[in-house]
């Protein structure tokens, strides 16, 4: 008897499983691109397959709960024209008073990977591809 139990319970162990995975898919859904916002097309990861980078327009909060960074949305590309979704953590400055960006990617060092440049208002950032989708931010402007 105890068997048949068990495999009932894994059965539904694996069922909520699913679900919660479809909740944390459904949770990327605020972050669908909106007009209004720039992206970008280009390979991230070496396999000359582009990713899309595109500006959600949604703000991240900071540690004291300001909403002060733009959200990244990474397409990653999986061939086949299917994508997985991944959000970014880039710091990005918002601006109450207009935070408009464009971006680029262009293997700014000749390292072999490509990286991201984003410029805003007064704002200037090579974000180094240092693999895996993490990037190292290398500030141009504001100048120090
Ligand atoms: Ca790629
Ligand atoms: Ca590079």
Redesign the pocket.
Known sequence: MKKPILGIFLLGASIIGNYAHNVKANDLSIYKPREGYQMVVG???G?N???IIYDTGVMKKNQDGEENTHRLMLLK?LKNNTFEKKLLNLNIPYHPMGSFYEYEIMDMDLDGFNDLVVKGKNYLTIFKNKGDFKFEEIQIYPEE
């Open positions: 390979d991230l990861n396999d397959f582009p990713e590309n």
